[in-house]
């Protein structure tokens, strides 16, 4: 439980690290493609007996540079390159697990977490991870921040937009392959993305976003983990999934509170001054009224001034006016 819980704090701060950035350019999904890559990571280290972490992250990360290549360079547009990876990764895993002579139970440790049989070695695995994956988030956040939010602002301004894309898709890999035993391969996205939006009810800024989401991270991590403990003695509770639907129940307990605040700011937000413009009376008329004047009849009461066009017109008598 001890080791359960220092994965459970190391995870909740680095998977809403970068699942900011994510959001931030609109690729949520991006773990979720990731992650089924890794599936066929973790079933080659089943099949030649290597770590199955390890060959997950080496997997996870040339997934993740394909899929930043397709999308940039490709014809096939980004959702598109996930879909692919979805289907491809996944089922090759099921594939070389099936051959490699172990069953589902195996596959689904990683599939779906098993957070209280992790040991000592996998702690210090996404220790490690977890320090490299925070220091370059945290150092390089003003050009990453750059590179997410606005592309083409970044390229004028001199940085190495392509350069910084493959690091944000190689950080997500990282950051799946750190989860992958805490909440599993298939639920890692939603650790990644609720707490962002979760933030984003309350937050204004990105580093106030940034913060808020690792703070949600760690909460759910740590809640879930412990909520998962205290009902398993009346039921069998997995973690991972405890974890996931403590964060959607705190986006859920959030999200009226998001809404009142920005109902809040736009009432207090000024109107724009609009200048007043005023009608110009003259007493000249040189306009010519007729029957092919273009000007509709228009009904007039007697002894009535009006100003039409910026005239002035003095009108005995009812009767109807070619202007």
């Known amino acids: 439980m001890q080791r359960a819980l220092v994965a459970a704090l190391l995870t ?3 998977a809403p690290a970068i699942g900011t950035f994510l959001v931030q350019r609109r690729l949520a999904l991006l773990g979720d493609g990731i992650g089924h890559v890794a599936v066929t990571g973790v079933a080659i280290g089943l099949l030649t007996g290597a770590s199955p972490t390890w060959t997950a992250v080496v997997v996870a990360v040339l997934g993740a540079v394909l899929i930043e ?7 096939t547009n980004g959702d598109v390159a996930l879909a692919l990876l979805f289907y ?3 089922a090759g895993g099921v594939l070389i697990t099936g051959i490699a002579g172990q069953g589902a139970a195996r596959l689904q440790e990683y599939l779906f977490g098993s957070l209280t049989s992790i040991s000592a070695g996998d702690v210090w695995f996404t220790f490690g991870l977890t320090v490299v994956l925070l220091v370059t988030t945290l150092g390089l956040l003003p050009q990453l921040f750059a590179v997410a939010s606005d592309p083409e602002f970044a390229r004028v301004a001199g940085l190495r937009v392509r350069a910084y894309n493959l690091l944000i898709a190689v950080l997500a890999a990282v950051t799946v392959t750190v989860a992958m035993r805490t909440v599993g391969l298939l639920l890692v996205s939603a650790l990644m993305v609720v707490p962002v939006a979760t933030a984003q009810q309350l937050a204004r800024s990105f580093r106030t976003t940034l913060t808020g989401a690792m703070v949600v991270g760690v909460l759910a991590a ?3 983990l412990l909520l998962s403990a205290a009902l398993s003695f009346r039921a069998t509770v997995a973690p991972g999934p405890t974890i996931v639907l403590l964060a959607l129940a705190m986006f859920a307990s959030t999200w009226p509170i998001g809404v009142w605040l920005r109902r809040r700011r736009r009432l207090l937000s000024p109107f724009p001054a609009v200048e ?3 009608h110009t009376v003259t007493d000249e008329h040189p306009h010519e009224h007729g029957q092919a004047c273009g000007h509709p009849a228009v009904p007039h009461e007697d002894h009535v001034d009006y100003v039409h066009d910026g005239h002035r017109h003095a009108v005995h008598g009812e009767h109807y006016d070619e202007h």
């Not at 290549?69 to 014809?75: A, D, K, L, Y």
Request: proline letters at 0%; a positive charge; hydrophobic letters at 30%.
């Open 12 to 14: 909740g701060l680095a």
């Open 69 to 75: 290549v397709i999308r940039e360079r490709g014809h």
């Open 88 to 90: 491809g990764g996944l």
């Open 222 to 224: 740590l809640g879930g």
């Open 276 to 278: 007043s413009t005023s």
